[in-house]
C-alpha cells in the first residue's frame, strides 16, 4: 500500500451560499422552519426567494467543502470531488477551492442544471435557514470518481446531503468500494435528520457491513438514527456500532466514542454567536486535522470545538481567521 498523498478526500455538493441578513417574521411569514434545511427542487422558486432576500454575500460552500477548507486552513493535503455546471456560480467554486490548495478536477458539466446554490437566511440570533437548489450537484457521476483519486486520501470522507440524490448516491457507493480496495478508511457525515429518516437503513447496512469507520452526528441526527429522545442512550447504543463515532451537542459540545476510548470536551465559549453556518463542518475538519496529526481524542475533539468557534464568531461557512496559528494558541 502506497502512502497516501492526502489526509481527507472528500466528495459533497459543490455549493455556492449566498447569505443574507433576515428576521424572524421573514422565516414565518415564508413558511420556513426557523434553523432547518429544506430543498428547492425548481430553478424558478430558487430565484423567487432568492428575490425577496435582502442583499447577500456569495461564499462558496457546500458542507463536506467546508470540512476541506477548513483542512487545507489546518495545512492538511485535501482532495475534493463534486459537480460543478459550466456557468459563473461554478468558475467561482472551482475558483475559491482551487485557491486554497485542495485537488479538484472534477469536469464542469455542460448543459441540464446549473451549479448548486444556498440561500441562507440568518436571523439576529445567528440561527441559520437554508433553503438548497441541489442543481448540478446531485448529478455527480460515477465517472468524477476515480481510484488514483480516492486512493490517494487516507480517509474518504462522504456527505449525507448527496446521498438523497441517486446518481450521486451510486457515485458515493463506488468511492467506498475504491477506498476499501486501497485499504482506505471511509467517514460518514450524515448531514441533517431528513437525510437518515430517508436512508437510515442504508445507513445501517453500511455500517454493519464494516464500510464506515467513522460517523459525524449531531445529537438530533443521532436521536433519528437510534429513534429515540434519549441521548445518551442513543449515543451509547450507536457508538456500540461503528468504529468511531463522534456527536456535537452545538452548545454543550461534543464527545467521541473509539472501542473503549470515550472522551468529552465543552463548546469554545466567543462573545457572540453571529452565524452558526458550517459550524458543524468545521468542527469535523477539526477533528480530523488532530486524528491526522495523530492527536488523542479529547485533543482531536478540541480542535474542532475551536474552529467551531472560529466559524459561529462571523457570516459565512469557510475560516477567515489563521486556524493554524488559532489552534495552536489554544492547544498551548
Not at 486552513?73 to 470531488?81: C, E, H, K, N, S
Not at 458550517?278 to 486535522?289: E, I, N, S, T
Request: aromatic letters at 6%; a negative charge.
Amino acid at each position: 500500500m502506497t502512502n497516501p498523498a492526502y489526509d481527507v478526500v472528500a466528495i459533497g455538493n459543490a455549493i455556492v451560499d449566498i447569505l443574507s441578513q433576515s428576521t424572524d417574521e421573514f422565516i414565518a411569514a415564508e413558511g420556513m422552519t426557523k434553523g432547518s434545511m429544506a430543498l428547492i427542487f425548481d430553478p424558478a422558486a430558487a430565484d423567487d426567494l432568492y428575490s425577496r432576500m435582502g442583499p447577500g454575500q456569495e461564499v462558496s460552500g457546500g458542507s463536506a467543502a467546508n470540512t476541506i477548507a477548513g483542512l487545507a486552513a489546518l495545512g492538511q493535503p485535501t482532495g475534493f470531488i463534486g459537480q460543478i455546471a459550466d456557468d459563473q456560480l461554478g468558475q467561482v467554486f472551482a475558483h475559491d477551492i482551487k485557491s486554497l490548495g485542495v485537488h479538484f478536477a472534477t469536469p464542469p458539466a455542460t448543459g441540464g442544471d446549473p451549479t448548486a446554490r444556498c440561500l441562507i437566511l440568518i436571523t439576529p440570533d445567528g440561527q441559520r435557514t437554508m433553503n438548497t437548489f441541489l442543481g448540478a450537484a446531485q448529478f455527480l457521476p460515477e465517472s468524477a470518481v476515480d481510484a488514483e483519486t480516492i486512493g490517494a486520501g487516507a480517509i474518504l470522507y462522504l456527505e449525507g446531503y448527496l446521498w438523497n440524490a441517486e446518481q450521486s448516491r451510486d457515485a458515493m457507493k463506488r468511492a467506498i468500494a475504491m477506498a476499501r480496495d486501497a485499504g482506505r478508511k471511509v467517514a460518514l457525515t450524515l448531514s441533517d435528520t431528513f437525510v437518515v429518516e430517508g436512508h437510515r437503513d442504508e445507513f445501517f447496512e453500511l455500517i454493519d457491513a464494516g464500510q464506515i469507520d467513522l460517523l459525524f452526528a449531531n445529537d438530533n441526527e443521532v436521536r433519528a438514527m437510534m429513534q429515540t429522545d434519549d441521548i445518551a442512550a442513543a449515543v451509547k447504543n450507536l457508538a456500540a456500532r461503528v468504529p468511531t463515532l463522534v456527536c456535537t451537542h452545538g452548545p454543550h459540545g461534543a464527545e467521541a466514542h473509539h472501542a473503549d476510548e470515550h472522551a468529552r470536551v465543552p463548546a469554545e465559549p466567543i462573545d457572540h454567536v453571529v452565524d452558526t453556518t458550517g459550524a458543524g463542518d468545521l468542527f469535523a475538519a477539526g477533528f480530523l486535522a488532530g486524528q491526522a496529526q495523530g492527536r488523542d481524542l479529547e485533543t482531536s475533539l478540541r480542535m474542532g470545538a475551536i474552529c467551531a468557534a472560529e466559524c459561529i464568531s462571523h457570516v459565512g461557512p469557510r475560516p477567515l481567521a489563521d486556524l493554524k496559528k488559532l489552534v495552536a494558541s489554544k492547544l498551548g
